[in-house]
């Protein structure tokens, strides 16, 4: 069976050498990149240990073995994730900066591609296991590298003031990372407004049929330019059009004629959703 997922792990990171450490010893695929197994986590997916910052690790997925690259598997980056009111989360991301800045790896105006319909699943896999350890589980916007061409995302553990992730948090997240997988019911689409936990788009994936790629916050919409989105809507792989936050977003003058517009209910509701899970993890910023 084709790899589907490639586990990118910092040894800079403690969320990722937390994973790591509750799998264990995995055994060698007998490939190697820069001289580090990679190993076999499941049948699809495999985990390749990286030495320096995963946000700086750019072009990783060009040192892949040939064989495995070009199957195009999704790179999936495990996390701490860090914000200015250190409120503890679990958080699914996709990647690239679609401002002129890039202070935290990637490059300006650059977006990388998406799997819209794994992170969904990322999403809701947190959000169902982060109930009984009392986490909410939330999208973020598009934000920071590093540069692939692979599909990828982040996902991310935040623990506020602790001095180390929560071993609950912990081993949710390595029991998610082995059970990544798609959903083909789910309706692809850009999700474009709201804030930096993007909660509209949360909510609508975890409650509804919704899969989303990139994620324009509002904030990004005020630096975004023509190219920058269309390149949005290009790498959200699989977007049927584009579902707003609010009405007034529909309005940006880069956005029109992007692809068709989507309404919160043109995507069927999914049995046994639950209350909002996102309600306490909701702030200005993040990484």
Do not use: C, K
């Not at 990372?177 to 930096?196: F, I, K, P, S, T």
């Not at 290009?234 to 003058?253: L, M, N, Q």
């Amino acid at each position: 069976m084709a790899v589907e997922y490639v586990v990118v792990s910092s040894a800079l990171d403690p969320v990722a050498t937390a994973v790591e450490s509750e799998w264990g010893t995995l055994p060698a695929t007998g490939d190697h990149v820069d001289g580090a197994s990679v190993r076999r986590l499941g049948e699809r997916t495999v985990v390749l240990a990286r030495p320096g910052a995963h946000i700086h690790d750019e072009g990783v997925d060009q040192r892949l073995p040939p064989a495995l690259r070009s199957s195009r598997p999704t790179l999936v980056f495990p996390s701490i994730h860090r914000s200015e009111r250190n409120v503890p989360s679990l958080t699914v991301h996709p990647l690239g900066n679609p401002g002129p800045q890039a202070e935290v790896g990637g490059l300006p105006r650059t977006l990388v591609p998406t799997d819209p319909r794994s992170m969904a699943g990322a999403l809701r896999l947190l959000s169902e296991g982060g109930t009984s350890i009392g986490l909410g589980a939330t999208y973020e916007a598009t934000h920071h590298g590093p540069v692939v061409e692979l599909p990828a995302f982040f996902i991310e553990i935040g623990y506020g003031e602790l001095s180390s992730p929560p071993a609950p948090a912990v081993r949710l997240l390595a029991r998610v990372l082995r059970e990544l997988d798609r959903d083909a019911r789910d309706r692809v689409a850009l999700g474009v407004g709201g804030g930096h936990y993007v909660p509209h788009f949360s909510d609508l994936a975890l409650r509804r049929r919704w899969a989303f790629g990139h994620l324009l916050s509002r904030h990004a919409l005020a630096e975004i330019d023509r190219p920058t989105a269309l390149a949005a809507f290009e790498r959200t792989e699989g977007a049927e059009g584009i579902v707003y936050s609010r009405a007034e977003d529909a309005r940006h003058p880069f956005l029109e004629r992007l692809g068709p517009r989507l309404r919160d209910g043109d995507a069927p509701e999914r049995s046994g959703s639950g209350p909002d899970p996102t309600a306490d993890v909701r702030s200005a910023s993040g990484t």
